[in-house]
């Protein structure tokens, strides 16, 4: 029942930023939580960051300090912001939530980003 759309990516040098977007077809305030993947050529696609409906926040260790998780409720919408981005963080990345425990996950098309050296 619940689909994202995800949007934004592209190519970046190193060192620059980039902002990508997931959109969903509810009111993501019902959403249980909502988090970024992502998968590179021939690895295991890994969780990036996490938010809760509560609002709290987790990161992967290889991009704290660098990257942001935030939600616009009027939009439906949530962003990561991704800042001094590195060559290995290029990769096809995915939006996931979980609307309720027990329900189904629910994955975006991914959207590509490139980080040039």
């Known amino acids: 029942q619940v689909q994202l759309v995800e949007s934004g990516g592209g190519l970046v040098q190193a060192g620059g930023s980039l902002r990508v977007s997931c959109t969903a077809s509810?009111?993501?305030?019902?959403?249980?939580?909502m988090g970024w993947y992502r998968q590179a050529p021939g690895k295991e696609r890994d969780l990036v960051a996490q938010i809760t409906q509560s609002g709290s926040t987790y990161y992967a260790d290889s991009v704290k300090g660098r990257f942001a998780i935030s939600r616009d409720f009027a939009k439906n919408t949530v962003y990561l912001q991704m800042n001094s981005l590195k060559f290995e963080d290029t990769a096809v990345y995915y939006c996931n939530a979980v609307l309720l425990e027990g329900y189904p996950e629910v994955w975006g098309q991914g959207t590509l980003v490139t980080v040039s050296s």
């Open positions: 509810v009111n993501i305030f019902s959403i249980t939580r």
